[in-house]
Each structure stands twice: as C-alpha cells, then as structure tokens.
C-alpha cells in the first residue's frame, strides 16, 4: 500500500466524529473477488467451463451452458483445505497455518439440480431450469504478523488521537454505571471516537491534562517509547456463496442462451488482536493488547447472461457478461483492552457490547468471460477461458446519511487511480477413458494494482478423476495455489505482505435421470 491510502487511512483514524470503521480496498478485494471454487469436475480442470456447460458451476460462469445437460442433473460437491501463510512485517517474518476442519467439518462448495425439457421442434428445441448454491470465496484463515515498528507508530498513538476533544467527565464511570451502561452510552450518543478514548482512559493508557476537571479535552500518553514490538493475530472464518436461478434455450441445435438472477451471501468473522511492547524503561506501561472481533453480514444481487455456439460436434465459442455484484455490507464489533504496567498493575476493560455501525455498499466491476473448447467425442476435452474485469470500477457507497461520504469519496479515488484492469485465463482439459476420467487444468490472473504486479494476483494448478457407477458419477479433485497480500495492521496505517499457499480437496457426486 503507497503513501496516499496510508495517508487517508491515518486521517481517518484521527477523525473525532466519526462512527463507522475504516473500510479500504483491503475489504472492497475480500467481498468483490471470487475464487475458482464448486463442483470437483470444475474444480479438476481449474474452472474452464464457460463455453462448455454441462456441470452446475459452469452454469455460474455461463448460464447458457444449462442446456448442455442431455437430461436432469443433481449434484453436490464437499471440499476441505489447508493454507501456508508467511508474512514480513518491517522484514521480520512469521509463519502460520490453518485447516478448514479447524472452523467447520462440512462444507459444500455446491449444491445444485438442472431440469431440462426436450422439444421436437425445429427452433427452440431444448429449454432447461437450474437452481445452484455456489460458493464463490472461502474466508477461513490464520496468521500473524509481527516485527518492529521503526516507523515509530504505536497503538497508544491511536488512543490519544481518539481521545482529543473528548471530554473528560463523559469517559469516566459513575457509582452507579458499569464499563458495558458507559461503553454503550458513548456509542449511542456521541460516537466511536469517544469509546476509544473511554477504551484508553479506563485501561490508564491516557492521562488526561487536567483529572480535576470533567471538561478535560487533553490528554497524554503513559507510555514513552522510541520504536515498539508488534504482534498482530488475526483469526477469520466464513465465506462468500451465490444462489443462481437461471434459464436457458437452445435454438436450432447450435446457439444455447441463458440467463441466471444471482443472490449473494457474505458471512464474514475476524478476531484481531495486537499486542504492543517494546516501552522505555522509564515508561509507565509495560504492555498493552487491543482485541477487535468483527462480525460482517452480507447480502447482494447480480444478474448474468451468457451465449455458446456450437460449430459442429467439436468446436465450441462462448461469450459470458456478468453485471456488477450490488453488495450491502453490515459490520459489528466488539472490543476489549489488556494493559501491564512497570508497578505490576494489570487492568482489563471488556464491555462486552457488540457495536453495529452503518451499513454501505461494495458495488464490484462487471465482468466478461470469452471462452473455447474443443470436444473429440467421447474421448476427451480441452478448454480455455479468458476473464476481463476492470477493478478501477471497484468502490464503495453509503446508503444512509450515518455514513461519512467524504471517506467513502477518498477511496474510491484511491481505486479509481491505483487499480486496473485485470486479466484472467484458465485451461483445463478431460481424458475419459470409459467410466473413468482424467482432468488437469492451471489458471493465473493479473494483479488488481498498477504499481504491484504481484499483489492479488492467484496462480495454480489443478488435478481430478472421476468413476461412473452406472450413472451416480464420484468426482476428486485438488487444487494448489499461491497469492500475496498486502494486509493493514489492525489501528495503524502499516502494511505486512502476506504470502499465501492454499491446497484445496473436493469430493463431489452427480446423478442424471430422465
């Protein structure tokens, strides 16, 4: 991340009558990328479907492809898989892993059924329905980052900062209140500003000026420090999902038109702590932990139509537009605070209340699919998509006036000047050899930034088989792939570089009946 987002960030973060969290592109990327992800068939050949058809992911590439399907189809695919996560933070790295099974044992990629209805007609002879739960992007996660700031930006500073112009008598706690009765109050009535600085008050980070008078608006810091020692967890789960409900005809044996109303689901849960140490020796406060854990709920729409066209009995073109995703995103938080102190104090504020601020939109850049394949007979496949999608497009929106329009505007500038278009193939081919099959694929995207071709830029490659049992067909498949990330440390506006490698395993079944 350059100077500029920093920039907007730290004002943001200094802002003392603001009541939404800092929303950045970090969190537009998470919601508006999808990853290759379904049936273990699709999974198999990395996804290169779009003029294929025929599998009820490929339908949520190109909904034309429904009337691929010769008769009624259910299917339904299981997936687990593991990451290697390794982050440099002010070149100090750290190493972690996660396991899905760490979070959930079942989870279905897709879940999906497609009726189709043969017509003797010379036209539109074949119609078909199709109805399919999707999963777009899996949220499960575990990592750390952890070095020494010499930028000099401590958490103590975002306290003070949060504190400024917060009067001195609204933070404190009466005989007859509780931290969660004043926590929630502050929150109510004049903002997220004023918790913070009531987080840094009760836990003795911040000294106020003045502590005789109730209309103190300055405060000091008990810390003193040249750099500090960081150590930021962060703990995530959940996903991203898609029901589509599409249609689908082919006309004159040769062009398939379809069209898919998609609903999106976005389940998102993270639990970040920083652990800050590293104080002079003269320093009142030794150490300090802040804790935020976020619970986002989302829901959206999305509308794609698509076209193949088939040449003869082999070749198939296919051309896929999918609108951007109009997503509503709703964030909750709760926060706690753990300080130490040089004298042995240690002091603890927990309010346990969950804030909720207001809501917004991610709107995501549209997207075209262009997609070929060549199919010899019964003996195999070979297929390539290419993806365009201009990320510039990608920005944010508030829907009520509790939003702050001036933020929202610096990001989307930020977007609209630092993000481009990206580019997107896959390639994955098929080898049947009587009830059983053979798949391999590979796919790789260009980076959403221009000044960091490596950011945000997946590459991998894929593997899969399959049996028929005399009709009930049980597919694998594996996926391996990397990708680097630039991630904010939780209150500051450092950025660690998180390098990702993801093994993924899905076992699917498909049923055909008349």
Not at 417 to 428: D, L, M, R
């Amino acid at each position: 991340m350059n100077s500029y987002i920093s920039k907007i960030l730290l004002l943001f973060i200094l802002s003392l009558a603001l009541n939404i969290q800092a929303q950045n592109e970090e969190d537009g990327l998470r919601y508006a990328m999808d990853d290759v992800t379904g049936t273990a068939r699709f999974t198999g050949m990395s996804g290169a479907f779009s003029s294929l058809g025929g599998d009820m992911s490929a339908v949520g590439l190109n909904p034309a492809g429904l009337t691929t399907f010769s008769t009624n189809r259910l299917s339904a695919a299981y997936s687990f898989f593991g990451l290697k996560n390794s982050t440099d933070y002010f070149n100090n790295s750290a190493h972690r892993n996660y396991n899905s099974f760490d979070d959930k044992f079942f989870d279905f990629d897709n879940l999906g059924g497609a009726l189709v209805y043969k017509s003797d007609t010379d036209d539109w002879n074949k119609i078909a329905l199709g109805f399919n739960y999707n999963k777009s992007a899996d949220y499960g996660n575990n990592y750390r980052m952890r070095g020494l700031n010499t930028n000099g930006n401590s958490v103590t500073d975002y306290f003070i900062s949060q504190a400024q112009g917060v009067s001195l008598g609204d933070i404190k706690v009466g005989s007859n209140e509780t931290i969660a009765d004043v926590y929630d109050w502050l929150g109510t009535n004049i903002g997220y500003n004023a918790q913070q600085a009531f987080l840094g008050y009760q836990s003795y980070i911040l000294n106020p000026v003045d502590p005789n008078d109730d209309n103190n608006i300055d405060y000091t810091s008990s810390a003193s420090f040249t750099n500090v020692q960081h150590d930021n967890k962060i703990n995530s789960s959940g996903d991203k999902s898609f029901m589509d409900f599409s249609f689908a005809g082919t006309y004159k044996k040769h062009l398939q038109l379809g069209a898919s109303l998609t609903f999106y689901t976005i389940d998102y849960k993270e639990h970040n702590s920083i652990f800050e140490t590293g104080y002079n020796s003269t320093s009142d406060l030794k150490s300090l932990k802040l804790s935020n854990t976020l619970r986002v709920e989302g829901s959206g729409v999305q509308l794609k139509m698509g076209a193949i066209y088939k040449f003869d009995n082999n070749l198939r073109l296919s051309l896929a537009y999918h609108t951007p995703q109009w997503l509503k995103i709703e964030e909750f938080m709760k926060q706690s605070v753990h300080t130490e102190f040089n004298n042995g104090d240690v002091v603890d504020v927990a309010p346990d209340i969950e804030n909720s601020f207001a809501p917004y939109r991610v709107i995501s850049p549209s997207k075209v699919i262009a997609g070929a394949s060549y199919v010899v007979g019964k003996k195999g496949i070979i297929s390539a998509d290419y993806t365009y999608q201009d990320f510039s497009n990608l920005h944010f929106k508030e829907i009520d006036s509790d939003a702050d329009t001036d933020y929202f505007d610096g990001v989307n500038d930020y977007i609209s000047n630092h993000f481009q278009a990206v580019h997107k193939v896959n390639i994955g081919g098929e080898l049947r050899l009587s009830e059983l099959s053979l798949r391999a694929g590979t796919f790789m995207s260009t980076s959403p930034y221009k000044q960091n071709d490596k950011l945000y830029a997946p590459k991998g490659y894929s593997a899969g088989l399959s049996y028929d049992f005399d009709g009930v067909v049980v597919d694998f498949a594996w996926m391996h792939s990397d990708m680097q990330m630039q991630k904010t440390v939780l209150t500051l506006p450092d950025t660690a570089t998180l390098n990702q490698i993801k093994n993924k395993f899905v076992l699917g079944v498909r049923y055909d009946f008349w």
